[in-house]
């Protein structure tokens, strides 16, 4: 197994402050429109929308299937894991080739 390496992490205040530094725009307004955008996201899939964005891809809510689980401590007890809905990002073509997918599944 490979060394691990602790990722980065980039909050949504690190984000807002890299965007007014770069783009020279004000805390407060960076704020709110990256605000607005999330939540008009979150409003839309809940509302069953499918978000595509070029290049970048494509956000939908699909439903997983009930399957059926195992508890590691009671291998013979099978678990029912109900259906759900879950949010879903397929990536598009520039961000498949900005973070280079295709290598990381064959490592």
């Known amino acids: 197994m490979g060394s691990m390496v602790k990722k980065k ?3 949504k205040k690190k984000l807002i402050s ?3 530094q770069e783009k020279s725009i004000s805390l ?3 704020r709110h429109v990256i605000q607005a955008f999330l939540d008009k996201m979150a409003d839309s899939l809940a509302e069953g929308h499918r978000l595509e964005f070029r290049d970048f891809g494509v ?3 699909v439903e997983r299937k009930q399957k059926i689980g195992r508890n590691p401590k009671r291998a013979d007890e099978p678990i029912i894991i109900p ?3 879950v ?3 397929t990536p598009g073509k520039k961000m498949r080739t ?3 997918i295709d290598s990381c599944i064959l490592s």
């Open 28 to 30: 407060h307004d960076v």
């Open 87 to 89: 949010a879903k990002w």
């Open 98 to 100: 900005l973070i280079d």
């Open 9 to 11: 992490t980039i909050t």
């Open 18 to 20: 890299l965007i007014s």
């Open 83 to 85: 259906a759900r809905k």
């Open 59 to 61: 956000f939908e809510v």
